[in-house]
């Protein structure tokens, strides 16, 4: 398959500083990222994406940026394939949102015991 530019539609809180500094953070670690529009007033991120899978990319920013990113847009000529795309993303993401929070309540808990403030 040939490599071909795909751009994509992240929807981020930047108006929380540690979550605009974690998606900065993840979008510098994507050789495949070349351009990077933050527009503030709608809290999204554009991105421009070289290569010949996206939907790979998208699940391992979906992956790499935790609870930070709360979907990821595909936009293609095919308008149905992204709304899918953004679906499943949206979905994905709140599943590791609550596991983000199980784990962060299970180290509370863990550290309240080693300090014996149960």
């Known amino acids: 398959m040939a490599e071909k530019v795909t751009t ?4 981020v809180d930047l108006k929380c500083e540690k979550c605009y500094k974690k998606v900065k953070k993840v979008l510098c670690k994507f050789p495949q990222i070349r351009d ?15 290569c010949c899978n996206p939907e790979k990319i998208r699940d391992k920013l979906c992956c790499k940026g935790g609870g ?11 308008e149905a394939q992204a709304q899918a795309c953004t679906r499943a ?3 994905q993401a709140k599943t590791r949102a609550r596991k983000a929070q ?8 863990q550290a309240k015991t080693r300090t014996g403030k149960a």
């Open 36 to 50: 990077q529009e933050y527009d503030e007033k709608k809290d999204t991120v554009t991105i421009k994406v070289v």
């Open 102 to 109: 199980a784990c962060t309540r299970a180290g509370e808990a």
């Open 8 to 11: 994509m539609v992240l929807k």
């Open 68 to 78: 930070s990113i709360k979907s990821i847009e595909i936009k293609e000529p095919g």
């Open 89 to 91: 993303g949206e979905a």
